[in-house]
Nanobody
Framework: QVQLVESGGGLVQPGGSLRLSCTAS????????LGWYRQAAGKQRELVAH???????TYADSVKDRFSIYRDNDKNEIYLQMRALKPDDTGVYYC??????????WGQGTQVTVSS
């Protein structure tokens, strides 16, 4: 059974940084694309970033140049390095698979709150 577990969220001041982690189990992530999404209170879940099997990445316009997605296939993990955080970045962050056995699976999410 596949599983995705997010961690690393917390409360941070505007302009601060956080690094989120997503640990996968039940299957090797190496061949697959995965992504980070987020959901603010009262809003729909939205794409943050994707990373493909060979390392190509895509980002939402709202986070481009501030966030970086990367992966460590040996650890079966993906990460989201977030910098210059804004209050609009507040929400629950989720990882999911775009392909293969992780497709359609969501972790429990990790809360990110950007506030002074």
């Amino acid at each position: 059974q596949v599983q995705l577990v997010e961690s690393g969220g917390g409360l941070v001041q505007p302009g601060g940084s956080l690094r989120l982690s997503c640990t996968a189990s039940g299957s090797d992530i190496r061949p697959y694309a995965l992504g980070w999404y987020r959901q603010a209170a009262g809003k729909q879940r939205e794409l943050v970033a994707h990373i493909y099997s060979l390392g190509a990445t895509t980002y939402a316009d709202s986070v481009k140049d501030r966030f970086s997605i990367y992966r460590d296939n040996d650890k079966n993990e993906i990460y989201l390095q977030m910098r210059a955080l804004k209050p609009d970045d507040t929400g629950v962050y989720y990882c999911t698979g775009l392909q293969g056995p992780f497709r359609g699976f969501w972790g429990q999410g990790t809360q990110v709150t950007v506030s002074s």
